[in-house]
């Protein structure tokens, strides 16, 4: 991929979906943000005001960390080794301890349901043992089902009959932003879809498909 | 020029001369001007020093303070407690020099003052007070004077009623004013017997004249030896059947005029007096009979003829016992007296610097001093010091009187101590060591006056006392303690410096720290969020020291770190430890991570937590900026110039 001008590091809106970059826009590295390499940032601050902020940018960090990455869910045991929680150049890194109360703050509504514990609403919470692992919602999946009804309509596939996997790795939908989605959370954003009636799921386990109305 | 301004410290206590030492402190206490009270000075601080009396007024001490001082005052006289005047202590001055007849001169003066005044309280017209000493120059200045004269049968006392008494139109219900003296109130029948008698002739008030002076001066005297209720009983005149006043407590009906009941002793006030008195908030005790002076601005310049200081809450037998000593020992005498003369057996070889002075002065080379050069010299001369001050401390120590006459040359000797004693890191450690030079800044229980607010009294000066401590830019505690210190430290500095007697328990004195704030004091006790107690100055915030901390982590973005760093300290600069800051600014390593604690929570700094340990940094956290902006608002050609500047070590 070309690496177009230093571009600024992909600041994430979490209020609301908005049209997928192209591809090719992608910058060839994550641009870290300032703070990651600013030592404090590594310590869970205190002070209410500060916490909240230091809060919001591990949030906003995670998302575009794992969008770039096209990370859907993260271990967190796993994740705390790479450079996204762990910052070799300037020898910092956020605890585990720590990276659990981002997670759970990004879990809850000051952190607008930007991640979700894999096994069950906050039952990884008090769990110290490693289990932790969390879907990140960088898109929710109503947004995705927004964004897949968007391209449904976009390139006239209205009554279609797609698989999943046609969806998620199919020729069709290389480029998009869903393309090569977590299984799990494609799910998900079509249970969206269906509850919203616009669009039905059937078949057998590993041949389910979906038609969109 | 009797009374003098006072120069106040910034606790409000009048600023001592050098050599003057605080005698006594009291407090509730009124000055006179002759025998008018002066209305703005009717509740302060009397400060009595070896050299002045001074009265500090407590609402207004900048403006209503004035001192008399003791050179200037001829003699004092001390009144006990009267019924209900309160024990006072009056100040003669000394006769003006040129003047023939200075007494007859302020007479005539404070008779014609007298005019403008009246009786303080509006609602009872009153008898204007005369007193024995103006007696005379009065009649003779007025001999046509028509108002009444009664006389006191408690006391004795000759009062005048107001003009406005009419005896037609009186009855029961005229309130009359009490006697000046004792404050006992006549009755009516006695009142209307001297207004006929006045009006039906003059002749028939000669019989009942005053008594020369030493004759009711005697008189006063018994009168307060005896128990006051033998007394009244004594010369009380029959109970007057009309208005007995009943007891509240064992319902006897008592003669009106007595303050205690006959039976069970318990206080008696009187109707119309209770009225009086609960209207009056202000001052807590029985009605003063003393007249006071109305539209009558005070005047320094006014010479009175003498002054009075009214002791409400006691105190007035120490400070008599204490003015007396003063008075004795005349210490303004010695303010340039020579040197005590000393045995001088040592000619040639131990003189020490004074004597050295003086010789040199006198005209006198020392003997084989410049003789001896070199090492030997030197060897000499320390032998001489030592051999000198060894006299000096023998001297001193001979016995308590020498002490005090040799006090200034021990003072001398222990500040030399003290400035050889080896360096010691902390500033307030060297101040430890001038604990002599504050011998003269003590306050202590026994100097001041017993009384029910006693302890207040101890607190306020005590209060007072440490905040000039504090403040006094000589030692300057405060600002070498990078203008904070933590109460405890500054306890045992006080304590210390206070030479290990009359020690300051920590519950006293961190009671004074409280005082601070309501005395208006320039300096302030602040509690930090995990308790520690901190005295700053008054106008010190928080603000403040936020700015002081900011502008030093700025600096950390131009000059670059000790040691390598991973980060951009161009960008961030970099975390200080309580310990740094301690250094930087003088703190003590409490107050230190109380300041940064406080920034923090201020959101100005965040902490970096590691196992160096905690450090501090300007918070970027909540900086909402983005990427865009790279650093501080410092423009880059500054920077450059700077960071040149460091390279050359220039800065």
Redesign the interface.
Known sequence: MSSKSPA??P?FDPSGPRPAPPPSALPSTFNF???Y???????L???L??RS??LR?WSALIQSYCRFHRIYRLSLIDAVDTPLFHNA????RLRLEDVRVVVTWMAGEEGGWRAEWVDGGGVGKGKIDGGGAVWVWWRRPEEWADVIAAWVEETGQRGVVLTLWELSQGAGSKGQEFHGMDPEVLQRSLNVLVKRGKAQIFGEEDEQGVKFF | MFFQPVELTTALRPLLLPDEILLFVQDAVGLYEGKYKIPSMQDGHAYLTSHRACYVDKAEPRKNSVAVELKNVDKYEFYARFLKSSPKISLYPKPTRGSVAPSRNHSAASTQRAQAYLRSSAASPSPRGTSPFDQPSQRSSSPGTSSVTWICQICAQPNQLPPRFDASTASVHTSLAPCSTCGVKPSLAQILKAAISTASGRQAAKPTEPPSQPLLESHRQTLSSLSGEEKLLASASPPNTGSSFQCPRCTFLNHPSLPNCELCGASLVSIDLKGQIEDDDTIQRPESPGPTMVNQSFDFNDDPEYIKLSFRCGGDKIFHERLKGAMLQRKWLLQNAPPVPRPDQSLGRAPDHVHNQNRQADGTPPLERSKIVGIAGLERRGLELRKNNEVVLNNAFEDLEALMASAKDVVALAEQFAKKAPESGSEAADALLESATALGMVTTKDMLGSSAGSETLYLSELSRNVAEYLTDDAKGILRKEGGIMSLVDLWAVFNRARGGVELISPTDFEKAARLWGRLNLPVRLRQFKNGLLVVQRHDWTDDKTIAQLLDWLQELHISPPSSEV???WE??GR?VTAQEAAQRFGWSIGVATEELEMA??N?AL?????VEGL?F?E????E?G???KTTLDIDPETLAVTRNLVDLGLW
């Open positions: 600024p590091r600041a943000p300032r703070e390499a600013y030592p404090p940032f590594y310590s601050q205190p002070t005001l500060t902020a230091q940018k150049s300037i020898k910092k | 991973f980060w951009s960008t961030f975390g923090e929570e959101g965040c902490r970096e937590e590691s450090r940094w918070n970027w956290i909540t909402e983005d990427t865009g």
